[in-house]
Every structure is written in C-alpha cells, then in structure tokens.
Nanobody
Framework: QVQLVESGGGLVQAGGSLRLSCVASGRIFSDNAMGWYRQAPGKQRELVADMSSGGSTNYGVSVKGRFAISRDNGKKTVYLQMNSLKPEDTAVYYC?????????WGQGTQVTVSS
C-alpha cells in the first residue's frame, strides 16, 4: 500500500513563495519517479514538475524558472519550491509517484495566490 501526503499549501500574495512537501509511505523505492501536478477550477490537470530517480527534471512551461523540484530519498519526500507566485498559479497541487504500471496520487493541497 502506497500513500502520499502533501502539505505546505495555503494563501499567499502574488510575488510570494511557498514550499510544498510530499511524504511517501509504503513500499517505495528510491528508483521511482516523483512529481507534482496541479488542477485549477474548470481546467485539466497539468504537469508542474517531475524528477526521475536519477535526478533528471522536467517542468511545465508556465513554471520554468520560478519553481524547483527536489527530493530526499532517505526521507521519502519530494518538495516543490514555488517562487514569484502569480494568481494563475492558484490550483490544487497533487503529488504523484510513478511505479511500473501505476501512478499513485496524494489527496492534494490548495494553493491560492491573491493579486
């Protein structure tokens, strides 16, 4: 059984920063890719950032240069540092862990950026 628990969301003013955390439990191995997606009201879920087991990263176009993903395999945790936040970053942010044949999702954490 795999569980992912996100934290760190909240309300922030435009230009501010937040750091999201996602802790994984269960049969998790360091060779799994992990990442973050987000979904705003009325929009499809979109990639924010992901990181392979080898450390390769991939970012959504709208967050490049502002967000940074990192992971601590010892703590089974993935982070998302979000800087220079914009109102359009407002969404529910989901953590995802990819294993062969399946993706596991967290429950999501709300990020709201006020103008």
């Amino acid at each position: 059984q795999v569980q992912l628990v996100e934290s760190g969301g909240g309300l922030v003013q435009a230009g501010g920063s937040l750091r999201l955390s996602c802790v994984a439990s269960g049969r998790i191995f360091s060779d799994n890719a992990m990442g973050w997606y987000r979904q705003a009201p009325g929009k499809q879920r979109e990639l924010v950032a992901d990181m392979s087991s080898g450390g390769s990263t991939n970012y959504g176009v709208s967050v490049k240069g502002r967000f940074a993903i990192s992971r601590d395999n010892g703590k089974k945790t993935v982070y998302l540092q979000m800087n220079s936040l914009k109102p359009e970053d407002t969404a529910v942010y989901y953590c995802v862990l990819s294993v062969p044949g399946n993706n596991y999702w967290g429950q999501g954490t709300q990020v709201t950026v006020s103008s």
